[in-house]
C-alpha cells in the first residue's frame, strides 16, 4: 500500500489514532466526532446539527450517537428550564470520560488532574479548535457544551413490553436498596430497555446489582447519568450463536427410542418397541394390518357396488 500525504500548514484538527481505528465506533460516529472537534472554541452546535451538515441520515445519526454514548466520548444530560421548558446538554470529548469526570468538565473542572506542569508530556486534547492550531501540542480545553433544543432530542425507542417491564423492576429493586442512585419514574421508564438487555444476555440479578452499585462515589450528582453510563459501559457481549443453541431448551426428537423394523418393508420401517422384538407389530402378525377404518371403507364400497348392479337391473327390464 502506497501512501502520499502533505501534512496541511493550516486550519487542521490533531485527532488521535484511538478515535480514528476504534473498533466499534462506525465511520458515521467518527465523523461526527471529529466534526465536532473540529468546531472553534466558543461553538455551540448541537450533534444533530453537526449530522445535517454532514449529510447523515436521521437513522444513522441515531446509531452512531449512541455509539458516542456508549464509549463515553458523549455524554448528555436533560435539564428543564424555570418556564418548564425541556433541553438537552452535550458534552463531546476527544478521550473517553467517565460519568464523574464529564460532570467535572462539565463543572468547570479537568477530567484527569488539569493542565499539565511545565516540562511535564502534554497531556491529550479534550477539545481543539482549528482556526487557533499553529501545528503545536498546546493543551486545549474540553470543548465547549452544546445546547440542543428539546424538539431535536432522540425519539425514545420502543422495545418489546416484557424486555421493558423486566429491566424497569430491576432498576426499581436496585434503587429501593441504594439511595445515592434516586432515579425519578422518568428515568426508569427511560434507562428500562438498556436494563432489560442485560437479563436478555443471561446475567442474574446478583449481577445485574454489582455492576450498577459498585464503586459508587460517596455524593451522586446525576444518578441517571451515571446508570446509563454503566448499563451500557459494562453490558455484557451477547451470546453467540453456538451459545445460543446450548442454552436452549432441547425438544425431544420423534423417533427418539425408536427401532427399526429387521422385516421386509419396501422403505427402512421404524417402530416403539415394548420390549427386545426386533419386529414391527405388522411383520410380528404375519403380514399387512387393516389401516383404521378399512373395514368399514370397503364395507361402504361393496354396498355402492349391490346397489349400481339392482339399477342396472331395472333399468334393463
Same mark, same amino acid.
Given at each position: 500500500m502506497l501512501k502520499h500525504a502533505i501534512p496541511p500548514a493550516s486550519f487542521f484538527t490533531q485527532v488521535s489514532n484511538e478515535i480514528l481505528r476504534h473498533p466499534r465506533l462506525s465511520s458515521d460516529a467518527v465523523r461526527l466526532l471529529t466534526w465536532q472537534l473540529s468546531l472553534?472554541?466558543? %461553538?455551540?452546535? @448541537?450533534?444533530?446539527?453537526?449530522?445535517?451538515?454532514?449529510?447523515?441520515?436521521?437513522?444513522?445519526? &441515531?446509531?452512531?450517537?449512541?455509539?458516542?454514548?456508549g464509549e463515553g466520548y458523549l455524554?448528555?444530560? #436533560?435539564?428543564?428550564? !424555570? +418556564?418548564?421548558?425541556?433541553?438537552?446538554?452535550?458534552?463531546?470529548?476527544?478521550?473517553?470520560?467517565?460519568?464523574?469526570?464529564? /460532570? %467535572?468538565?462539565?463543572?468547570?473542572?479537568?477530567?484527569?488532574?488539569?493542565?499539565?506542569?511545565? +516540562?511535564?508530556?502534554?497531556?491529550?486534547?479534550?477539545?481543539?479548535?482549528?482556526?487557533?492550531?499553529?501545528?503545536?501540542?498546546?493543551? $486545549?480545553?474540553?470543548?465547549p457544551v452544546a445546547e440542543e433544543a428539546p424538539e431535536e432530542a432522540e425519539p425514545p425507542e420502543r422495545p418489546p413490553a416484557p424486555l421493558?417491564?423486566?429491566?424497569? #423492576?430491576?432498576?426499581? *429493586?436496585?434503587?429501593?436498596?441504594? =439511595?445515592?442512585?434516586?432515579?425519578?419514574? @422518568?428515568?426508569?421508564?427511560? /434507562?428500562?430497555?438498556? *436494563?432489560?438487555?442485560?437479563?436478555?444476555?443471561?446475567?442474574?440479578?446478583?449481577?445485574?446489582?454489582?455492576? &450498577?452499585? *459498585? $464503586? /459508587?462515589?460517596?455524593?451522586? $450528582?446525576?444518578?441517571? +447519568? &451515571?446508570?446509563? !453510563? =454503566? /448499563?451500557? #459501559?459494562?453490558? @455484557?457481549? *451477547?451470546?453467540?450463536?453456538?451459545?445460543? =443453541?446450548a442454552s436452549a431448551p432441547r425438544t425431544p426428537s420423534r423417533v427418539a427410542g425408536m427401532r427399526e423394523c429387521l422385516g421386509e418393508h419396501v422403505q427402512p420401517r421404524l417402530f416403539p418397541p415394548v420390549a427386545d422384538e426386533t419386529l414391527c407389530r405388522e411383520c410380528r402378525r404375519g403380514g399387512p394390518e387393516p389401516a383404521p377404518g378399512a373395514a368399514a371403507a370397503l364395507r361402504g364400497a361393496g354396498a355402492a357396488r349391490d346397489a349400481l348392479r339392482a339399477g342396472a337391473a331395472q333399468a334393463s327390464v
Open positions: 472553534p472554541d466558543g %461553538a455551540n452546535e @448541537p450533534l444533530s446539527k453537526t449530522a445535517e451538515r454532514a449529510g447523515i441520515k436521521k437513522i444513522a445519526f &441515531l446509531r452512531a450517537k449512541r455509539q458516542l454514548l455524554h448528555e444530560w #436533560r435539564l428543564q428550564g !424555570d +418556564g418548564g421548558r425541556w433541553s438537552t446538554i452535550q458534552l463531546v470529548s476527544s478521550v473517553p470520560l467517565s460519568v464523574e469526570e464529564a /460532570l %467535572a468538565v462539565r463543572g468547570g473542572g479537568q477530567p484527569t488532574g488539569g493542565i499539565p506542569a511545565a +516540562g511535564e508530556p502534554t497531556g491529550r486534547a479534550v477539545g481543539r479548535s482549528p482556526e487557533d492550531n499553529n501545528g503545536e501540542n498546546n493543551f $486545549h480545553p474540553p470543548s421493558a417491564e423486566r429491566g424497569a #423492576r430491576a432498576l426499581a *429493586a436496585v434503587v429501593r436498596r441504594e =439511595r445515592r442512585l434516586r432515579l425519578s419514574a @422518568p428515568d426508569v421508564a427511560r /434507562l428500562a430497555p438498556l *436494563a432489560g438487555e442485560w437479563f436478555l444476555r443471561g446475567v442474574s440479578m446478583a449481577d445485574f446489582r454489582e455492576a &450498577l452499585t *459498585a $464503586h /459508587l462515589p460517596q455524593v451522586v $450528582h446525576y444518578p441517571a +447519568g &451515571l446508570v446509563r !453510563d =454503566r /448499563l451500557v #459501559r459494562k453490558m @455484557p457481549p *451477547a451470546p453467540t450463536f453456538a451459545e445460543q =443453541r
